[in-house]
C-alpha cells in the first residue's frame, strides 16, 4: 500500500509538472483560492453597491444648494432621434445638465450635445445625414488610382487566409470608416480635448471590451472613435481594436448606464430609455433572433435593474420603431418631445436659467480646428510609409476638418489600406491604420438573361515589398455556371517616382456561348471553347489613364450546343490557335463604376490577330466613351458613344467580332450594351453606338434609368439576312431599374425588341467575369 501511495504521489507531481492550463490536477488549496477570490469579487460589488447607495441617500437630502443634474442617453440606433426631442423640452425648461453619458446611439447625441450642438441643430445634422453613403466599404472612387477603378467588383462573401493558412471571416459587414469620418466632421470643435471633462458638459461614453464582456467608461481620447467603440453594433459593424482588447457596442454590456452619471457625480439623474424590450424567443424565431438574444442577455439585464435608478424616467414611445429604419426621423423626435413633456411637472423643478446660461456660454468657446500639420505619425502600419501619406496631404497650410478627412480617405483608398484613424494634437497628426496583407477567398453570384445563373469565386494572394518599391498579386477566378471558367494571373507593380510599371502574366481556359437569333429568338447556341495565354506591360499616366501593350497566344475550339444546327457555321467559328497582339488606353474619372453621376471614362483599342498555321490575319480598332453630368441633387444625364472596325473580317472567327446586346459594356472583350437587343444578339466586323440616357436617384442606392440609343453596323445572320454600316439604323428605348447592392449591381429593364415584336424584359444581377 505504501508503494503504490508513493506511485500516486509521484504520478500526480510528474503529470502536474508537465500539464498544461488546460489539462492539471487542481489541490484543495487550489480550489480554495479560487473560491475566496470569486468571495472577494462579490464583497468589492457590494461594497460598490453600498457606496451609491450611500450617494442616493445623500442626494435625497440635498435641499440648499442646487443638484447637479446627470443626463443617461440610452442605445437603440435610429431610435435615438428621440432623445433629440427630449433634450428640446429640457431646454425649454432651462434645465442646466452638469454630466452627460450615453451609449451607442445615445453616446453620439449625447456627445453632441456636449460640445454645443443645440436640440435643433443636432436634429439638422442627424436628418441631413446620407446613411447609404455611411454604410459602405469601399473607398471614394474618386480618390482611387486608376488600377483600383479597373477592378471594382464587389464580393460579398470575404474569407481571409493569414500566412499559417488559418481561415477567418470578416469581423464585421462593415468597417465603419466613413461612419467615423463623418463623427470627426460632426465634433470638429472639439478634435484639440482629449480628456472629456473639459468638455462644456462631462462626457462618458460606454461601450463593452469583447474579451471580458464588461462595460467600460471612455472618458478621454478621440471624441470621434469614442462614440464609434460605442455604437459598433457586433457583426454589423468591425470591432474597434487597442493593442490586444476589441470594443463594440456598449449596449452589450449596460444599454442604460444610470450608475455611471451617479460616480461622475450627479445628485438627480434624469434617464431615456429608448430600447427595445427583450427579445422573447419562439417557434418563429430566426438565427439573427437567437445571436441578438445571446449578445443582449447582461445589456438587458442591466437595463431592467437601472430602470429603477433614476429620479426622473422618460420613455418615449419608440421602443417597436426599427433600429436601422432612418426614415421619418422627425417622427420620433415628436415622440421623445410627448414623452419628456408628460414629466413636466418634475422637470420644471429643475429648472435654473442661470446655471443653464453658464453652460451654454461654456458651449460658445468651442470652435473648429485649423492647424499647420509638422508632424506625421503612422502606427499600425507594415506597407504604408511617411512618404506615402506625406504625398497625400492636402496642397495647403492650414488645416480644417474636411481636409484632415479628405487625408484620411486618400490614404483609405489605398488597395492595402482597411481602416484609419486619426487624431490631432498641436502642430502633430497620429494616423492608426490597419493594412489587408491576408490573401482572400471571395465570392459573387450573377445572372444575366439568357446566359444563366453563375458563382464566382476568387482567390487574392498579395505579397508586399518591405521597400515599397514593388508589389505582387496572384489571382485566381473561377465562374461556375453553364460556361465555366478559370483564371490564373500574377501581376507585379513597381513604383518609381509617379508613375507605376506593371507586369502581368494571365493563363486562362472557359466556355463562351454564341447564342444565334432569327425573329429575335435565341434558336440556336454554340460554345466557344478558348484557352488563352497572355503577357502583358502598362504603365498609369497621372492617377486616371493606364496604357499598356498585351502579346498572347489563344486556342478555340466551337462546338454545337443547342437548338437550330446552322449548316454554313464552319465559315465562320474559324477554330485554330492564334497569336493575339493588342494595344489599349484607359482613363477613368467616374465618381462611381456603375450608375455614375459625373466624370467620364474611355477606351482605345488597338488588336491584331494572325493564326499561326495558316498565316491567316485580321486587324482592327475600337473606341468607346461616356460623359455623365449630373443636373440636379438626384438627376444626371449620360451620353455614349461607341464604334469600331475589324479589317480582314473573312478571316475573323464570330467569337472575335464585336458583340452588340444586352445591359452591360465589356469593352475590353469587345462586348457592347444595347437596349433594344438581346444580350449577344449582333456580330458584327463594324460597327457604330450612340446612346443618351437619365438617370434618376429615387432612394439610396436605388436609380430609375431611361436609355435611348441608336446603332448601325455590317451584319450577317446565318438566316438569309445581311445589312451593311450606314444602310440601316436600329433604335432601341427602354426603361429600368438599376439597384446598387452589397451582392453587385442589379439590372431590370423592359425594351421595345430591335429584333422582333412586343417588348424585351432583360435582368442582370452581379458581375461578368
Excluded: C
Excluded at 240 to 251: L, M, N
Amino acid at each position: 500500500m505504501k508503494i503504490l501511495n508513493k506511485a500516486i504521489i509521484f504520478v500526480t507531481i510528474f503529470t502536474s509538472v508537465l500539464a498544461t492550463d488546460n489539462n492539471r490536477v487542481n489541490s484543495s488549496e487550489e480550489k480554495i483560492k479560487a473560491i475566496e477570490k470569486q468571495i472577494q469579487e462579490l464583497e468589492e460589488k457590494k461594497q460598490n453597491l453600498e457606496k451609491l447607495k450611500t450617494t442616493f441617500l445623500k442626494n435625497s437630502k440635498i435641499s440648499n444648494s442646487r443638484p447637479k443634474v446627470g443626463l443617461v442617453l440610452s442605445g437603440g440606433g435610429a431610435k435615438g432621434a428621440a432623445h433629440i426631442g427630449v433634450l428640446k423640452v429640457l431646454e425649454k425648461y432651462n434645465i442646466p445638465i452638469d454630466y452627460i453619458v450615453g451609449t451607442s446611439a445615445g453616446s453620439i447625441i449625447a456627445a453632441m450635445y456636449s460640445v454645443g450642438y443645440t436640440p435643433d441643430e443636432i436634429e439638422k445634422v442627424i436628418t441631413d445625414l446620407q446613411f447609404y453613403d455611411l454604410f459602405r466599404n469601399s473607398s471614394d472612387r474618386d480618390l482611387e488610382g486608376i488600377l483600383e477603378k479597373a477592378t471594382s467588383n464587389k464580393y460579398p462573401i470575404k474569407i481571409s487566409i493569414s500566412k499559417d493558412l488559418d481561415l477567418s471571416l470578416p469581423m464585421g459587414v462593415l468597417t465603419g470608416e466613413y461612419i467615423y469620418l463623418e463623427l470627426k466632421k460632426i465634433f470638429a470643435r472639439a478634435e484639440n480635448i482629449t480628456d472629456f471633462k473639459e468638455l462644456p458638459i462631462p462626457f462618458r461614453a460606454m461601450t463593452t471590451n469583447l474579451q471580458t464582456g464588461q462595460s467600460v467608461a471612455i472618458d478621454g481620447g478621440d471624441l470621434a472613435l469614442s462614440t464609434l467603440k460605442s455604437m459598433a453594433i457586433p457583426t454589423f459593424l468591425d470591432p474597434i481594436r487597442e493593442g490586444d482588447e476589441y470594443f463594440v457596442d456598449g449596449g452589450v454590456a449596460d444599454n442604460f448606464p444610470v450608475l455611471e452619471a451617479v460616480k461622475m457625480g450627479a445628485d438627480v439623474v434624469i434617464g431615456i430609455d429608448i430600447a427595445a424590450d427583450p427579445i422573447q424567443i419562439s417557434d418563429n424565431s430566426n438565427i439573427i433572433s437567437i445571436l441578438n438574444k445571446l449578445s443582449s442577455y447582461k445589456g438587458d439585464s442591466n437595463t431592467q435593474t437601472q430602470k429603477e435608478y433614476p429620479d426622473i424616467l422618460i420613455t418615449p414611445d419608440v421602443k417597436k420603431h426599427n433600429t436601422l429604419n432612418f426614415d421619418n426621423l422627425d417622427s420620433l423626435v415628436k415622440e421623445g418631445e410627448i414623452a419628456a413633456e408628460e414629466l413636466s411637472y418634475a422637470l420644471d423643478k429643475l429648472s435654473d436659467k442661470n446655471s443653464f446660461n453658464a453652460i451654454q456660454n461654456k458651449k460658445n468657446e468651442l470652435k473648429n480646428i485649423s492647424v499647420d500639420i509638422k508632424n506625421i505619425n503612422i502606427y499600425g502600419n507594415d506597407t504604408l510609409t511617411t512618404k506615402d501619406v506625406e504625398e497625400l496631404k492636402p496642397k495647403k497650410e492650414n488645416l480644417n476638418i474636411s481636409d484632415l478627412n479628405l487625408w484620411a480617405e486618400k490614404i483609405y483608398a489605398k488597395s492595402y489600406v482597411d481602416r484609419v484613424f486619426y487624431n490631432v494634437h498641436n502642430d502633430t497628426i497620429d494616423f492608426t491604420v490597419r493594412e489587408r496583407r491576408d490573401s482572400q477567398l471571395k465570392a459573387g453570384i450573377s445572372y444575366i438573361s439568357n446566359y444563366g445563373a453563375g458563382l464566382e469565386l476568387v482567390a487574392e494572394i498579395p505579397i508586399f515589398n518591405k521597400l515599397n518599391l514593388s508589389t505582387k498579386s496572384y489571382t485566381v477566378r473561377t465562374e461556375l455556371s453553364r460556361y465555366p471558367k478559370i483564371s490564373v494571373k500574377d501581376i507585379t507593380q513597381y513604383n518609381f517616382l509617379d508613375y507605376k510599371l506593371l507586369v502581368s502574366a494571365d493563363l486562362s481556359y472557359g466556355f463562351n456561348p454564341i447564342f444565334l437569333y432569327k425573329n429575335g429568338d435565341n434558336v440556336s447556341t454554340y460554345v466557344n471553347n478558348n484557352f488563352e495565354a497572355t503577357i502583358s506591360l502598362g504603365t498609369t499616366i497621372f492617377d486616371n489613364i493606364i496604357t499598356g501593350y498585351t502579346l498572347g497566344f489563344k486556342n478555340m475550339d466551337t462546338d454545337y450546343s443547342s437548338g437550330e444546327k446552322i449548316r454554313n457555321f464552319s465559315n465562320f467559328k474559324k477554330d485554330g490557335s492564334y497569336i493575339t497582339n493588342s494595344f489599349n488606353l484607359y482613363f477613368d474619372t467616374m465618381n462611381k463604376a456603375l450608375y455614375a453621376t459625373e466624370g467620364s471614362n474611355g477606351l482605345l483599342q488597338l488588336f491584331s490577330q494572325t493564326d499561326y498555321k495558316l498565316g491567316d490575319s485580321f486587324e482592327g480598332y475600337s473606341l468607346s466613351g461616356n460623359a455623365f453630368f449630373p443636373i440636379t441633387e438626384n438627376l444626371s444625364l449620360n451620353a455614349g458613344l461607341s464604334g469600331g472596325q475589324i479589317y480582314g473580317a473573312k478571316n475573323t472567327p464570330l467569337s472575335e467580332l464585336f458583340v452588340l446586346g444586352g445591359l452591360r459594356n465589356d469593352p475590353a472583350r469587345r462586348d457592347y450594351m444595347f437596349y433594344g437587343l438581346p444580350i449577344s444578339s449582333i456580330y458584327s466586323d463594324n460597327f457604330f453606338i450612340a446612346r443618351a440616357s437619365a438617370q434618376y436617384n429615387l432612394i439610396g442606392n436605388l436609380f430609375l434609368n431611361f436609355t435611348y440609343n441608336m446603332a448601325t453596323y455590317n451584319y450577317n445572320s446565318n438566316f438569309g439576312t445581311s445589312k451593311s454600316i450606314w444602310e440601316e439604323k436600329d433604335h432601341g428605348y427602354g426603361v429600368g431599374i438599376g439597384w446598387d447592392t452589397f451582392l453587385g449591381p442589379m439590372d431590370f429593364v423592359i425594351s421595345n425588341n430591335v429584333m422582333g415584336e412586343g417588348a424585351l424584359y432583360q435582368v442582370h444581377i452581379g458581375y461578368i467575369f
